[in-house]
């Protein structure tokens, strides 16, 4: 069944006139909170192409700054290059010690961003918006993502023929990561750590966020 069925048929129904509720439509709030960064994922899971494309999908409804929507994709499935992508990147910068992503626990599946214009302030804003709303997607349709911009720009570039730039890197896959969020107030150390096999994910509370 394809990943977008449900949209798919909502669209068909709404054009046909008829009222459409969704059951069991996962909240935004849920979808944050399953939006975790793994940095460890099951290899034995293949991501298909049509789940990259699905992703991807959401630039076609998404903000950018005065349309300009200069962000484009290159999608790397096992099949085509991405088992032996990750070498280009660098994960888990506060655990350099863990040496991440551990043998055997690499994603299989990415989508490299590029741009089609400079880098700008406004380019980064759609960048930010784009790798969010991306996430999200994977989570919606029971995948995991990470959010890669440590990496040599031209090497990947190098490697995949690239005419564009790439921007950042969105790793894919079935996450097999326990994260938790913990609150902090403003003003405590905000670098993710592991605890008892736990990744932590410091997060400043509500109170101290509001002015």
Same mark, same amino acid.
């Given at each position: 069944?394809?990943?977008?069925? $449900?949209?798919?048929?909502?669209?068909?129904?709404?054009?046909?006139?008829?009222?459409?509720?969704?059951?069991?439509?996962?909240? %935004?709030?849920?979808?944050?909170?399953?939006?975790?960064?793994?940095?460890?994922? =099951?290899?034995?899971?293949?991501?298909?192409?049509?789940?990259?494309?699905?992703?991807?999908?959401?630039?076609?409804?998404?903000?950018?700054?005065?349309?300009?929507?200069?962000?484009?994709?290159? %999608? /790397? &499935?096992?099949?085509?290059?991405?088992? =032996?992508?990750?070498?280009?990147?660098? $994960? +888990?910068?506060?655990?350099?010690?863990?040496?991440?992503?551990?043998? +055997?626990?690499?994603?299989?599946?990415?989508?490299?961003?590029?741009?089609?214009?400079?880098?700008?302030?406004?380019?980064? *804003?759609? %960048?930010?918006?784009?790798?969010?709303?991306?996430? /999200?997607?994977?989570?919606?349709?029971?995948?995991?993502? /990470?959010?890669?911009?440590?990496? =040599?720009?031209?090497?990947?570039?190098?490697? $995949?023929?690239?005419?564009?730039?790439?921007?950042?890197?969105?790793?894919?896959?079935? +996450?097999?990561?326990? *994260?938790?969020?913990?609150?902090?107030?403003? +003003?405590?150390?905000?670098?993710?750590?592991?605890? =008892?096999?736990?990744?932590?994910?410091?997060?400043?509370?509500?109170? &101290? %966020?509001?002015?």
């Amino acid at each position: 069944m394809a990943d977008n069925y $449900l949209e798919r048929r909502e669209e068909a129904l709404r054009t046909a006139g008829r009222v459409v509720m969704r059951r069991n439509t996962p909240s %935004l709030d849920s979808l944050l909170l399953r939006n975790r960064s793994h940095r460890a994922y =099951d290899t034995s899971y293949v991501v298909a192409k049509r789940q990259l494309e699905a992703i991807v999908s959401v630039n076609t409804k998404i903000p950018s700054g005065r349309n300009a929507q200069t962000l484009r994709f290159k %999608l /790397l &499935d096992a099949a085509s290059g991405g088992a =032996d992508f990750c070498r280009f990147l660098h $994960l +888990g910068g506060y655990l350099p010690e863990l040496h991440l992503p551990t043998p +055997g626990t690499e994603p299989q599946a990415f989508i490299v961003v590029c741009g089609t214009a400079p880098e700008t302030p406004v380019v980064d *804003i759609d %960048l930010g918006i784009s790798l969010q709303s991306m996430a /999200l997607k994977a989570v919606e349709i029971g995948l995991n993502a /990470l959010i890669v911009r440590a990496f =040599d720009r031209q090497a990947v570039r190098d490697a $995949l023929g690239l005419e564009l730039e790439p921007l950042a890197v969105l790793a894919v896959g079935k +996450g097999i990561e326990k *994260i938790e969020l913990v609150e902090v107030p403003s +003003g405590s150390d905000l670098r993710y750590y592991r605890r =008892d096999g736990v990744h932590c994910v410091p997060k400043v509370r509500l109170e &101290d %966020l509001l002015l």
